[in-house]
């Protein structure tokens, strides 16, 4: 039975791993704020939720001291792509010192392995491919890519001087039940939120940009097999492998909705590349890997969870 220590499982993220993960017989212990715990698994007997703060060193070292891991899974961070310098500098206890102050405490608690969520999305930014595997130049255009950049670097350090070893997994742009509506990012998510509204979906730029876009079931399924394998020290790419511009994807939504609200054109942002898809040869070559729900799918399983959901609240 694995022992994992998820830190900030409550999220969209999270909270779809810890059930894929607790179907697979492992036990969980979620660390993160408090209040935030899904109410759907507080009887599961392999599940315990541990309120905290990251930024706040004794809550980190309170959840260590509890009981032994055998992997951590670091999901925290406070920015989003669009966060600027303020909210990097503001927040630098969670985005870099705490990976510090984690390592410190895995040391302690006889840890050796953690698993760290960085970003396929942005951490390769403008190196001229648009196709991107592990082994690409690293050119982030945003302080969210390179607080996860620097977080990478760290973990690699830390495993050459010490007895950790590191997983690093670098998302696409995942979506499903889950994430929230109103958010800032998560393209199809908000998109379809805006149609529950009757809302005109809103498109940075001209709706050219191509994204590689993931269903979180696949998502969860790909941490899953990459910590059975038990494979350390290596980074992965996790996407479908294709892309989509924003236009094909709102074309999308306008047919699985079954209704189209508009769509208002706003200012190209500096720092969206025009093409970003991830190769995901390497963990599909390693673990067998691959995505099953195709995009089409996961929109229209997503559209009928939403509308279920609004007919229960109301």
Same mark, same amino acid.
């Given at each position: 039975?694995?022992?994992?220590?998820?830190?900030?499982?409550?999220?969209?993220?999270?909270?779809?791993?810890?059930?894929?993960?607790?179907?697979?017989?492992?036990?969980?212990?979620?660390?993160?704020?408090?209040?935030?715990?899904?109410?759907?698994?507080?009887?599961?007997?392999?599940?315990?939720?541990?309120?905290?703060?990251?930024?706040?060193?004794?809550?980190?070292?309170?959840?260590?001291?509890?009981?032994?891991?055998?992997?951590?899974?670091?999901?925290?961070?406070?920015?989003?792509?669009?966060?600027?310098?303020?909210?990097?500098?503001?927040?630098?206890?969670?985005?870099?010192?705490?990976?510090?102050?984690?390592?410190?405490?895995?040391?302690?608690?006889?840890?050796?392995?953690?698993?760290?969520?960085?970003?396929?999305?942005?951490?390769?930014?403008?190196?001229?491919?648009?196709?991107?595997?592990?082994?690409?130049?690293?050119?982030?255009?945003?302080?969210?890519?390179?607080?996860?950049?620097?977080?990478?670097?760290?973990?690699?350090?830390?495993?050459?001087?010490?007895?950790?070893?590191?997983?690093? +997994?670098?998302?696409?742009?995942?979506?499903?039940? =889950?994430?929230?509506?109103?958010?800032?990012?998560?393209?199809?998510? +908000?998109?379809?939120?805006?149609?529950?509204?009757?809302?005109?979906?809103?498109?940075?730029?001209?709706?050219?940009?191509?994204?590689?876009?993931?269903?979180?079931?696949?998502?969860?399924?790909?941490?899953?097999?990459? +910590?059975?394998? =038990?494979?350390?020290?290596?980074?992965?790419?996790?996407?479908?492998?294709?892309?989509?511009?924003?236009?094909?994807?709102?074309?999308?939504?306008?047919?699985?909705?079954?209704?189209?609200?508009?769509?208002?054109?706003?200012?190209?942002?500096?720092?969206?590349?025009?093409?970003?898809?991830?190769?995901?040869?390497?963990?599909?070559?390693?673990?067998?890997?691959?995505?099953?729900?195709?995009?089409?799918?996961?929109?229209?399983?997503?559209?009928?969870?939403?509308?279920?959901?609004?007919?229960?609240?109301?």
């Amino acid at each position: 039975m694995i022992r994992l220590l998820i830190l900030g499982g409550s999220g969209f993220i999270g909270s779809n791993l810890i059930e894929t993960l607790l179907h697979a017989g492992y036990t969980i212990t979620n660390f993160d704020r408090p209040g935030t715990s899904p109410a759907h698994f507080s009887s599961h007997p392999a599940y315990r939720f541990v309120p905290g703060y990251l930024s706040d060193n004794s809550h980190l070292r309170n959840v260590f001291n509890q009981e032994p891991y055998d992997c951590v899974v670091h999901l925290v961070s406070s920015l989003i792509p669009s966060s600027g310098y303020d909210e990097f500098f503001n927040d630098r206890e969670v985005n870099l010192t705490a990976g510090y102050e984690i390592v410190k405490n895995m040391m302690s608690n006889g840890c050796q392995r953690i698993v760290y969520f960085s970003s396929g999305g942005t951490i390769y930014g403008k190196n001229g491919k648009e196709v991107n595997s592990e082994n690409d130049q690293l050119c982030p255009l945003t302080y969210y890519g390179y607080s996860k950049l620097a977080m990478e670097e760290f973990l690699k350090f830390s495993s050459r001087i010490h007895p950790i070893s590191h997983l690093i +997994v670098r998302p696409s742009n995942p979506y499903g039940s =889950g994430q929230n509506l109103f958010g800032k990012q998560g393209l199809i998510t +908000v998109a379809l939120g805006k149609i529950l509204q009757n809302q005109p979906i809103e498109i940075w730029g001209d709706g050219q940009v191509v994204r590689d876009y993931l269903h979180i079931r696949d998502l969860s399924n790909a941490i899953h097999a990459l +910590v059975e394998k =038990g494979i350390d020290n290596e980074v992965y790419n996790i996407g479908s492998g294709q892309g989509h511009s924003v236009n094909e994807i709102v074309t999308i939504i306008h047919k699985v909705a079954g209704c189209n609200t508009g769509v208002e054109y706003k200012p190209a942002r500096p720092v969206d590349i025009p093409v970003n898809i991830l190769s995901i040869d390497k963990i599909t070559n390693h673990t067998g890997w691959k995505p099953e729900v195709n995009l089409e799918e996961g929109i229209a399983m997503l559209w009928k969870a939403m509308q279920l959901n609004e007919k229960r609240i109301k």
